[in-house]
């Protein structure tokens, strides 16, 4: 007995929900799982999308336009042409199983008297209330018309997320399956440390700051750049890497620039070697100003990286005592206090184990085919 999904998403990033994507994708038990991936639009530049590409992932994109095209689309028909063209694709592939990622109810709700026979999954990879909560009144009129004309199930990623997911949409079947990391790719790094840094133009004495995620607003990059500012004010052998991509990353380059640290800080955007990346730095700094769980967090405590994150961080992602919590009410002074000294540790003894990516993949199997998880 098979089944077959489609995982939708707005586009494939290199983003920490894009990447549990992608995983699900290449990781599924393929003598049980069918699967496809639909996107609003293709990001070729994504090293995610690649890595799918190369795959041989079948990879359907609503949208196939230049720029200034998919800008007028947008604005012109944008909300009658992705319900018409996803219904048509999830019929022409016969999709039994319709796995939701990111802020895209409003489209499936559509066309929901036409998906009666699709069992409908939804993945909150953020903090609900900005998803699917009444901060977002559309999408959360979506959920509950989903939830009762096509029995619409929501995955968390941790008991506290659905809890709240719970609460906010009055279900009570909410399932947690956490984002995995395969624990092998970042506790198992071949290369050397010398040879990482010598590759990246990193010096090799340096001390090194490092950062992944997306360049947008939550990430507080203009804190932590201050907080690195700093940091070279005792440290003249600093170093950040910032690894990630995003609309704000043209203007987080110009305030580098503008802080005169361009020699000091390294972009790196779009790429699939994070554990190798990660064995380049000596400690990680994450100063979200929110976050669903912040996966990459996980991925640094298995690569062994002390990791200095701001408090509001959901307790989850604190799962050693090398998760050392901040908060962002304090100065750049005290943060580069307690990244400065080594002896500071986080009070969690969790387990990463949890976070094995092949145990959780054989949940979110058995969730698609109806078992028990």
Known sequence: MSCKVAEFIGSIQDSGAETL??????????????????????????????????????????????????????????????????????????IEVLHIHSQLLKYICAIRSKLKQVKLLYTCHSLPAKYIGKERPLEHFCAKKLIRDNGLRFIALHEDMRKEINNMLGVDNTVVIRNGVDLHRFRDVKEEKSDIRKKEGIPEEAFVIGHVGRFSPEKNHEFLLNVFQKVLETREDAFLILVGAGPRQTEIEEKIQDMGIQDRVLILSHRSDIPQLMKAMDVFVFPSIYEGLGIVLIEAQVAGLRCIISDIVPQEAFQSDLAVPMSLNASPEEWRKVILDETVKGPWKGNLDLYDMNREIKRVENLYMGEEI
Do not use: C
């Open 21 to 94: 994507v992608k995983d699900y994708l290449l990781m599924l038990d393929k003598s049980k799982i069918k699967s496809v991936l639909i996107v609003l639009r293709r990001n070729e530049n994504s090293a995610n999308d690649h890595v799918l590409a190369e795959a041989g992932v079948k990879i359907i994109s609503l949208f196939k336009h230049s720029e200034v095209l998919w800008k007028t689309i947008q604005k012109i028909n944008y909300w009658w042409y992705v319900p018409l063209a996803l219904n048509r694709i999830i019929t022409e592939e016969k």
